[in-house]
T-cell receptor, first 117, second 115 residues
Framework: AQKVTQAQTEISVVEKEDVTLDCVYETRDTTYYLFWYKQPPSGELVFLIRRNSFDEQNEISGRYSWNFQKSTSSFNFTITASQVVDSAVYFC??????????????FGQGTTLQVKP | DTAVSQTPKYLVTQMGNDKSIKCEQN?????MYWYKQDSKKFLKIMFSYNNKELIINETVPNRFSPKSPDKAHLNLHINSLELGDSAVYFC??????????????FGPGTRLTVL
């Protein structure tokens, strides 16, 4: 079955702390894509990153980094030196290339991150 | 300049009414989607169209009918609105390079409130 689990419902940190958002996925497909989206209080959904199942290299983009581990079916997201503007709901999502073959995104439940000044 | 736009942004209506939400993308994408976000922030796919052809219809009541007049537009019409239809509806689009490979770009959402 296809599923994305974000076990952390809410996280609260103080500015400048590092924070890791967990994402665990389930899929029968051998080719799939993983995504992270950010939904700030204004409500729009902002694309952050895409990773395909064949590329397990970690990625860093400024204060953001992603750790993809197929062995544990996890795609975790770390924000270094968090800032108040990072406060948002973060969604992990999965798209299957063959089993589903539709391109639909399966979202996790979302993690609400609150960064306090 | 808006990549994916939706109208209206807010929609308040009475139970039993019929309403439509419009979506347009100017990215030249081939595939468009409708997602529903409930009060607990859970996002779920409803429909997807590729080049005006329906490719996803996820157990959505037939009161919901998507219509794609061309590949840049995907509208959502809802008949006989119910209280449970209250949610935020997001339109999205992606380039059909490989199935599921490309990121989806989302519109700003339409907050539907059924009274």
């Amino acid at each position: 079955a296809q599923k994305v689990t974000q076990a952390q419902t809410e996280i609260s940190v103080v500015e400048k702390e590092d924070v890791t958002l967990d994402c665990v996925y389930e899929t029968r497909d051998t080719t799939y894509y993983l995504f992270w989206y950010k939904q700030p209080p204004s409500g729009e959904l902002v694309f952050l990153i895409r990773r395909n199942s064949f590329d397990e290299q970690n990625e860093i983009s400024g204060r953001y980094s992603w750790n993809f581990q197929k062995s544990t079916s996890s795609f975790n997201f770390t924000i270094t030196a968090s800032q108040v503007v990072d406060s948002a709901v973060y969604f992990c999502a999965l798209s299957e290339a063959r089993v589903s073959n539709t391109g639909k995104l399966i979202f996790g439940q979302g993690t609400t991150l609150q960064v306090k000044p | 300049d808006t990549a994916v736009s939706q109208t209206p942004k807010y929609l308040v209506t009475q139970m039993g009414n019929d309403k439509s939400i419009k979506c347009e993308q100017n990215l030249g994408h081939d595939t468009m989607y409708w997602y529903k976000q409930d009060s607990k922030k859970f996002l779920k796919i409803m429909f997807s169209y590729n080049n005006k052809e329906l490719i996803i219809n996820e157990t959505v009541p037939n009161r919901f009918s998507p219509k794609s007049p061309d590949k840049a537009h995907l509208n959502l019409h809802i008949n006989s609105l119910e209280l449970g239809d209250s949610a935020v509806y997001f339109c999205a689009s992606s380039q059909d390079v490989g199935v599921g490979e490309r990121e989806q770009f989302f519109g700003p959402g339409t907050r539907l409130t059924v009274l």
